[in-house]
């Protein structure tokens, strides 16, 4: 109760810490060639030996672009608040999918219905960059690699279930927000262990996504925890955001 306090006051009072002073600005270039901006937030205190846990941060759709800032727009202040910084100290890394991007897909999906969202999908070159940008931080001492944390919203939802699909070994826990994905795909990360949210008046991509993803989940013997906002529409990122336990439930999870 404590936590939640602290997140609501921090967030009403609009405390002053700047999520763009605050992430550093970086920018990855693969063996390719290929580039990807993306900001990092490192543990405010590092202590030597000790590892600790990497969040990947997905943004939407509407935070494409190339100054390196969107992609903080939501979401970005919740890892500054003190009591967070100091409770769950962590390496997040939130890249920035270029305007003509749509992270896991080639292009925008016609429809967002599960049954009709991709089945046979290629990964995409962005996807591949930014498989190649963890590897790096994968490969940190500090980091510890029983627990990888993926999330996302709408857009970066649906990147949540691709990157869960293809590299089930790598993360612990993903929480998609407001995705959707074509459910057949969702036996091959039936080991990563899945919290997702979605608004279920949600008119833009609707809930059937992630109401299906949980079905298929729990079928094939998944970790999954479905949670729905009632009248929520599209941003039910806020309420999955600021969700009792949010941060101490991710932060407890590991890698069996």
């Not at 100290?89 to 920035?96: C, H, K, T």
Request: a neutral charge; proline letters at 7%.
């Amino acid at each position: 109760m404590k936590q939640l306090f602290s997140l609501v006051l921090f967030l009403c009072l609009g405390i002053s810490i700047s999520a763009q002073d605050t992430f550093q600005k970086e920018m990855f270039v693969s063996s390719r060639g290929d580039t990807l901006q993306y900001r990092l937030l490192r543990p405010e205190t590092m202590k030597a030996g000790e590892k600790y846990p990497l969040v990947l941060f997905l943004h939407g759709a509407g935070e494409r672009g190339s100054d390196n800032e969107k992609q903080l727009t939501h979401g970005g202040q919740m890892w500054l608040n003190p009591v967070n910084r100091e409770k769950y100290p962590a390496f997040v890394l939130a890249p920035q999918c270029p305007e003509t991007g749509y992270w896991a897909y080639m292009e925008r999906p016609k429809s967002f219905s599960p049954a009709e969202m991709p089945l046979d999908v290629p990964v995409s070159p962005i996807f591949l960059t930014l498989k190649d940008l963890l590897d790096t931080y994968l490969e940190m001492p500090q980091v510890d690699k029983s627990r990888i944390y993926i999330m996302g919203l709408s857009m970066g939802g649906m990147g949540t279930f691709d990157m869960a699909i293809r590299y089930p070994e790598v993360f612990a826990v993903a929480m998609p927000i407001c995705g959707s994905v074509n459910p057949a795909r969702l036996k091959a990360a039936k080991d990563v262990k899945f919290r997702i949210f979605h608004g279920d008046a949600d008119d833009v991509v609707t809930p059937e996504g992630s109401r299906a993803a949980y079905k298929t989940l729990k079928a094939a013997g998944a970790d999954v925890e479905y949670i729905e906002f009632p009248g929520c529409n599209h941003g039910s990122w806020t309420p999955a955001f600021n969700y009792p336990d949010f941060m101490s439930w991710l932060f407890s999870q590991k890698k069996k």
